[in-house]
């Protein structure tokens, strides 16, 4: 089986918008606990990925966003679960000033931009396919 994945890269004032993830998620030990990542989730049955990154970025940080152009997909096979990830990742625009963001703290303790990964601090800690994203984003 195969589960697909939408992810936003946003683009703000301030640099790349990220979200650091919560350790405990719905009851359940996080996957990369307070790593960084950027919005984004599991697609519905009913919608499209790109329909998925709006709705993902909207539930987890009350913004609109226009999801525009797929500058990444990865693959990953989760044995445990005995299922293959694939996640396309979107560019976007905020349709909404950054301002407005209200985190989901559930998912989610921080936020934070950042405008290229040479200025990222060392000891906070990026979902793997984020690095390799915003090394090639610039």
């Given at each position: 089986m195969t589960t697909l994945i939408a992810h936003a890269l946003i683009a703000t004032p301030a640099g790349y918008l990220l979200l650091q993830r919560t350790p405990v998620e719905r009851g359940q030990s996080n996957i990369y606990p307070l790593f960084w990542d950027?919005?984004?989730?599991r697609t519905q049955p009913h919608e499209t990925a790109r329909q998925a990154a709006k709705r993902e970025c909207l539930e987890e940080t009350g913004l609109?966003?226009?999801?525009?152009?797929?500058?990444?997909?990865?693959?990953?096979?989760?044995?445990?679960?005995?299922?293959?990830?694939?996640?396309?990742?979107?560019?976007?625009?905020?349709?909404?000033?950054?301002?407005?963001?209200k985190l989901n703290t559930a998912e989610h303790g921080r936020y934070a931009t950042c405008t290229s990964l040479a200025t990222w601090p060392a000891d906070q800690q990026l979902v793997p396919y984020l690095r390799n994203l915003l090394t090639t984003a610039n």
């Open positions: 950027i919005p984004g989730g609109h966003i226009q999801p525009t152009t797929i500058i990444g997909i990865t693959t990953t096979y989760d044995q445990n679960q005995e299922q293959r990830f694939t996640r396309l990742i979107f560019t976007a625009h905020l349709l909404t000033p950054l301002t407005d963001l």
